[in-house]
Each structure stands twice: as C-alpha cells, then as structure tokens.
C-alpha cells in the first residue's frame, strides 16, 4: 500500500501539468474573476456593479398552461466590465437567459426569465440566482402570479 502512494501523486500531477496548457472555448479567468462574497482585500470601486431596474416582476393572473416571459433590465454602474458566469433558478418551470458577452461600463441589457404554468396552480413565487463578478456575487431577481385553473366541462 505504501509503494502505490508516490505512484498514484505522481499520475495526479501528471494529468494537472498535462491540462494546463487546454483553454478550450472558456472565458479567461482575468476577464471572469468571480469574487467571494465577502469582498476581503479587493477595491470595490473597481469592479463591476449590477443595478436592475426592478428586481421583483409581477407577472398578474395566468391560466395553467400558460407561458410567460419578462426581461429584467439591467445597468453596469461599476469601472470594469461586467460577466454573468450562470443564472439558475429554483425550480425547472422557470429558465432565465443570461448576456454571453461582458457587458461594458455604463452599458445596459437583460436578463430574460420565462415561466412555465404547466401543472401549476394558486400564487407562485420564482427565485432566480444571478451569478456576477460583483460584490456580493450574487444577485437574486424575483417573479410572482396567480395561476388561474379554468373548470373543466
């Protein structure tokens, strides 16, 4: 047991050392640089900031089965530019879609959240998890509805 030790740390860096070099069709990690959410030790003057025009939409009365989309409309007030890595939400009726490309200082652009009413009914409230380079890296944006159930026949 103890001679296979060295040789299973040797395999290991080996494969690290071996896919340094592959960059594949990733963003740079300059470019990303997902802060934690404390902030320690980075100049928060500098980075991106994340300001929605609203952050709660209300999406009014729905009839089961139906489905609704709503742009959340946003603004880069910070100095550098602004990368959104991921958006997810708290359950599979709800899907946002998120900018691919960095979003420059003082640009403007959304985030577009559909919701899917199929199976649902009463009052819902959607959670969707925006995931920045910003301090806090996190940024939640809300939607609500009351789904109407039509009587059947």
Do not use: W
């Amino acid at each position: 047991m103890k001679k296979i030790f060295p040789y299973t740390l040797h395999l290991i860096l080996l494969c690290l050392l071996a896919s340094c070099g592959h960059r594949g069709d990733k963003l740079p990690t300059d470019v990303v640089n997902i802060p934690s959410t404390s902030g320690e030790g980075v100049d928060q003057g500098e980075l991106p900031d994340m300001k929605f025009e609203e952050e709660v939409f209300d999406m009014g009365t729905i009839t089961q089965g139906e489905k609704r989309t709503h742009d959340f409309k946003f603004k880069n007030t910070g100095e550098k530019e602004l990368v959104i890595a991921n958006a997810y939400a708290d359950c599979g009726c709800t899907v946002a879609e998120v900018p691919k490309e960095p979003i420059k200082p003082g640009d403007e652009n959304v985030i577009r959240v559909t919701f899917d009413s199929n199976g649902k009914s009463g009052i819902i409230n959607k959670t969707v998890t925006v995931m920045t380079n910003c301090i806090p890296n996190k940024r939640m944006i809300k939607i609500k509805a009351s789904i109407f159930v039509p009587q059947s026949k």
